[in-house]
Nanobody, 122 residues
């Protein structure tokens, strides 16, 4: 599965941004996720979702502010980020894994897009 993330940039605190992840595998039915890694910190999960979008898990730090969605016609997964905070600054990655278990550990994901930098200024 090939993934390609895009949409990062610089935004002021309180602003919004949408990331996109193109999925180059039409028959994929595994788990999608967004992860992020801030400087000097470990990669952490942001949100993960089953292939049919019936089960979604958000990290406590983003719940209520971030929303994962997808456009199946475009084979694209989105991360809408609202009410951004400086602590959301990180490199964001989309990831995928086969199967049906929603792991929050990034080590369980073999497929990764390139990271996209999100910087939130105060």
């Amino acid at each position: 599965v090939q993934l390609q993330a895009s949409g990062g940039g610089l935004v002021q605190a309180g602003g919004s941004m949408r990331l996109s992840c193109a999925v180059y595998e039409r028959s994929f039915t595994g788990i999608f996720g967004w992860f992020r890694q801030a400087p000097g910190k470990e990669r952490e999960f942001v949100v993960i979702q089953s292939w049919n979008a019936r089960i979604t898990r958000y990290a406590d730090s983003v719940r209520g502010r971030f929303t994962i969605s997808r456009d199946n016609a475009k084979n694209t997964v989105y991360l809408q980020m609202n009410s951004l905070k400086p602590e959301d600054t990180a490199v964001y990655y989309c990831a995928a894994r086969d199967g049906s278990i929603l792991h929050t550990n990034s080590n369980e994901y073999p497929y990764w897009g390139q990271g996209t930098q999100v910087t939130v200024s105060s």
